[in-house]
């Protein structure tokens, strides 16, 4: 879909010079002299790179158009995740790359939102919270105040996170999936 220049925005997906780019930074100028333009900053979602390029106003630019499926986690192996369609029961694999490491905050059963592009995985989604259970943490100190001190905390899927003193190991806690912060005690 060809959207105006003007019209690009930071997180948009495009299509340029035969590869996907995510829009990281936007910047819209208008010189006294000349036309006006976008100033975009763009990272490569395949290769890694980046790239800043500069639209004229009136050019038109190609917008990528994405598939979104709900998809349900089953289980992982060494290199993959594997998920399965709720609608057609169809298992789907996805690189563990392209996860990252939000893959550790995967349950079964988990509804994730995944995103294709031609056919291919390029991201996925995970719900805003999940329940995560404390592993370990460090006994809280007498005399803390309890809104400005925060302690570490190891959760039961292995990542390191800061709670606040009240937190003891067995707790079940809410993790903000995009932060990976502390929300609330369960």
Same mark, same amino acid.
């Given at each position: 879909?060809?959207?105006? +220049?003007?019209?690009?925005? #930071?997180?948009?997906? =495009?299509? /340029?010079?035969?590869?996907?780019?995510?829009?990281?930074? @936007?910047?819209? #100028? $208008?010189?006294?002299?000349?036309? +006006?333009?976008?100033?975009?900053?763009?990272?490569? *979602?395949? $290769?890694? @790179?980046?790239?800043? !390029?500069?639209?004229?106003?009136? !050019?038109? *630019?190609?917008?990528?158009?994405?598939?979104?499926?709900? =998809?349900?986690?089953?289980?992982?192996?060494?290199?993959? /995740?594997?998920?399965?369609?709720?609608?057609?029961?169809?298992?789907? !694999?996805?690189?563990?790359?392209?996860?990252?490491?939000?893959?550790?905050?995967?349950?079964?059963?988990?509804?994730?939102?995944?995103?294709?592009?031609?056919?291919?995985?390029?991201?996925?989604?995970? %719900?805003?919270? #999940?329940?995560?259970?404390?592993?370990? @943490?460090?006994? +809280?100190?007498?005399?803390? @105040?309890?809104?400005?001190?925060?302690? %570490?905390?190891? =959760? &039961?899927?292995?990542?390191?996170?800061?709670?606040?003193?009240?937190?003891?190991?067995?707790?079940?806690?809410?993790? &903000?999936?995009?932060?990976?912060?502390?929300? $609330?005690?369960?």
């Amino acid at each position: 879909m060809k959207i105006n +220049a003007g019209e690009i925005r #930071v997180g948009m997906l =495009l299509e /340029y010079k035969n590869d996907l780019w995510q829009v990281l930074k @936007t910047q819209h #100028v $208008k010189p006294g002299k000349g036309g +006006a333009f976008a100033q975009v900053e763009m990272k490569s *979602v395949g $290769k890694n @790179t980046k790239l800043n !390029e500069r639209f004229r106003s009136s !050019e038109n *630019v190609e917008k990528a158009t994405l598939e979104e499926i709900n =998809l349900n986690f089953l289980y992982s192996d060494e290199n993959n /995740y594997f998920f399965m369609d709720p609608k057609n029961f169809e298992q789907i !694999e996805i690189k563990k790359n392209i996860i990252g490491e939000k893959g550790k905050l995967l349950t079964e059963n988990l509804e994730v939102s995944v995103s294709f592009y031609n056919d291919n995985a390029i991201s996925v989604e995970l %719900p805003n919270q #999940v329940n995560c259970k404390v592993a370990s @943490t460090d006994v +809280a100190l007498k005399g803390q @105040t309890v809104s400005s001190s925060y302690k %570490p905390a190891i =959760l &039961d899927n292995g990542i390191k996170i800061q709670v606040p003193p009240f937190i003891e190991v067995e707790d079940e806690i809410i993790l &903000d999936t995009r932060t990976f912060d502390y929300v $609330k005690k369960v």
